[in-house]
């Protein structure tokens, strides 16, 4: 019963940012924004670097921190594959019913060195995949009594801290599009883990007791193939449960009851929203259609989507007709909203509070795709490019960058940031970077 307690009050301090873990994709309160501990602000393969290994594993999944653990999934292919298929890149498909081994990894904070690493799954592949996606998309989540692991068709998976298979749970096999894979990474809220499974053949959102596996609830949704991630948007009236798709939604996380949705207009969902107190910023990527950014009013209720022609009502602030983003997802933060491109190496900024523009694609130094999706602190946004190139941005309406911290590796996975560190993780190694104090800038 004390460790009960003990450990109830210690999940309660890690409702911010602010703590010594880092438990899901952008972070607790899934913002992206860090306050309340110093993080570092510069490094490159010389300075500020703590220790790097090789990675252990393929997978674009993000970094997670509890404590002094880290924990990152993978996958591997049997020799003869790993040596067809080249690193990230398009031409090569990993087919159905390839051998594939799926892991859950453990490395100490402090060094870097391996504590574990358990298979999740290995057998014959439920799906094929784009040589872009090697079966470890999604980031895991811990409560700090589990590790939660999603691997698309095959399975959600629990672990202790210490590696020992709890429970596991088959969410279904089924059909995405384009050899794409899966990439909707779990989501958990006050002992709740809940899982947005968009497919071509069913696609539902489901709340599952996390400690247990247990179904609390589930609804069906009537989308096609998805892979951002679901958010609670805690604004100032309640907190929210929010997904995207070709119809952006909010539910009741408690019952999964629908408070609002709003039709996106076409386009691709790949990325997550972003939340303040009084709205929400949801966007997707033009594909045919599409291509658009809206802002959500805190309170919305009922079918909110906007007739021809509008650009506001009851429950949309504002919508951008170009505001549209791909797998970098936004960032709000002072006032503005921030948009990276995949592709391009360019960087919009919005008024959060109009829509209007500051900046719109503006090519940043060295840069060439963003697919990492970027974080603020004390002032200045950050992003890393597919290079490993961090980009550093005053924060505001007029762009100037004013730092690059390079690396030589490719990235898209988030950085994952307890105090004084961050954990980096690259096609070809891990990084773990600590803070020193530096004032340097990149020259216009």
């Known amino acids: 019963m004390k460790f009960s307690l003990l450990l109830f009050l210690d999940l309660l301090t890690v409702g911010s940012v602010s703590g010594q873990h880092w438990t899901q994709f952008r972070g607790q309160d899934q913002t992206g924004i860090i306050e309340g501990f110093k993080i570092p602000t510069e490094w490159n393969l010389e300075d500020n670097l703590k220790w790097t290994i090789p990675s252990p594993a393929m997978g674009w999944s993000s970094p997670i921190v509890w404590g002094d653990q880290i924990f990152i999934t993978g996958s591997s292919l049997l020799t003869e594959e790993m040596k067809k298929r ?42 094929a995949t784009h040589g872009g996606s090697p079966y470890s998309t999604e980031t895991p989540v811990t409560d700090g009594v589990h590790v939660y692991a999603y691997f698309g068709t095959m399975g959600l998976h629990a672990f202790t801290l210490d590696g020992e298979l709890v429970w596991q749970k088959d969410l279904g096999v089924f059909e995405m599009d384009g050899e794409w894979g899966t990439g909707t990474s779990p989501m958990i809220h006050e002992g709740v883990l809940f899982m947005q499974v968009d497919n071509l053949d069913f696609s539902s959102l489901i709340a599952l007791e996390a400690l247990s596996g247990k179904e609390k609830w589930k609804v069906n949704r009537d989308e096609g193939p998805n892979r951002g991630t679901p958010m609670i948007w805690r604004n100032r009236l309640r907190s929210e449960l929010v997904t995207q798709g070709a119809i952006a939604r909010s539910y009741n996380p408690e019952n999964g009851e629908l408070y609002w949705q709003i039709n996106m207009a076409g386009g691709r969902s790949s990325s997550t929203a972003v939340g303040e107190q009084d709205r929400l910023i949801i966007a997707n990527e033009k594909r045919g259609a599409g291509g658009f ?14 007739a021809e022609g509008q650009t506001s009502n009851d429950g949309v602030e504002w919508k951008n007709p170009n505001g549209g983003i791909a797998m970098s997802s936004p960032l709000i933060y002072e006032g503005c909203v921030y948009a990276f491109e995949r592709r391009t190496g360019m960087v919009s900024c919005y008024d959060a509070k109009t829509g209007d523009v500051n900046y719109y694609r503006k090519h940043l130094k060295k840069a060439r795709e963003f697919w990492s999706t970027p974080w603020a602190y004390e002032g200045h946004i950050y992003c890393i490019d597919g290079n490993g190139i961090t980009h550093v941005l005053e924060s505001g309406p007029i762009l100037n960058e004013v730092r690059l911290n390079e690396l030589d590796d490719k990235i898209w996975a988030m950085p994952a940031f307890t105090p004084g560190s961050l954990i980096l993780r690259g096609a070809e190694n891990l990084y773990s970077i600590e803070s020193k104090d530096s004032d340097s800038l990149l020259s216009n």
């Open 86 to 127: 080249n690193r990230g890149g398009g031409e090569y498909r990993t087919p159905l019913g390839i051998h594939v081994k799926l892991e859950v990894i453990c490395l100490d904070k402090k060094t870097g060195a391996i504590e574990w690493r358990k298979t999740a799954y290995e057998g014959p592949s439920k799906v």
């Open 293 to 306: 950014m809206f802002s959500i009013r805190a309170g919305a209720s009922g079918d909110i989507s906007l």
